[in-house]
């Protein structure tokens, strides 16, 4: 962020007579907060008048035929981030060390929102289970599914065109007895066509859809696998 040199020479006003000290301090005040303002990293071009275009991802993701169907219910616990990265602006990582947003451009919904819902569609689409839903939404559930977001962002990582990258660890827990029954961290990063921020956007719906399947498939067949192992005389 760039820091703004103000003239502390004092302005003579169409009167002759030079202004009060308390209207020359906000003044000065007012325009080292615009200057600042205008200094900070935002990626894009524009004018920062332009209206913001809102993107709202609508990754449809299909579950492999070949993930076991449950018996089993699961509760969606609301996913956590970091203020920086579970945001409605658009992050964008122009070199390792820095992060930044795009000008002019943001999400209908937060990162972890739009994480839990495609999970919860393609749950629910795939009949894979009797009941899936959020947490408190009054059902029974056998298991709960945490989830930490990590990354959501534009990484350039050293390239032309940046990659969607999401990255976020889960947590299988068995609602019983709160043991967890497994974690594993997921990745997904799916270059962009190009710099535009509609091309941008287009990579993070690939890269949500990629890692939502490869989420509800684990979910299905680690819930499998721990029933198997706890009750094994009421498995074919």
Known sequence: MRTAVVNRKPAIAATGRPPRAGTLARGAVAAVLCVSLAGCSLLGGGSERERSTIYAPDPRVGIDPSAPAASWQLSLSPPSGARSIDSFRIAVRPTPGELQV???????KTPTDMLQDALLRALEDSGKLPSVAR?????????????????????????????????????????????????????????????????????????LEDVT?????????????????AHPQARR
């Open 102 to 108: 795009y000008r002019g451009a943001s999400w209908a």
């Open 135 to 207: 947490q408190g939404a009054g059902i029974a559930a056998d298991y709960k599914l945490v989830v930490d977001l990590r990354r959501f962002e534009a990484d350039y990582a050293g390239n032309a065109v940046p990659a969607a990258t999401i990255e976020f660890n889960a947590k299988l827990i068995h609602a019983i007895d709160q043991g967890i029954v497994d974690s594993r961290t997921f990745h997904a990063a799916q270059p962009a066509a190009g710099t535009d921020i509609g091309l941008v956007v287009d990579a993070f719906s690939r890269s």
């Open 213 to 229: 399947g490869e989420l509800a498939h684990w979910i299905l067949a680690t819930g499998d696998a721990h029933e198997r192992e």
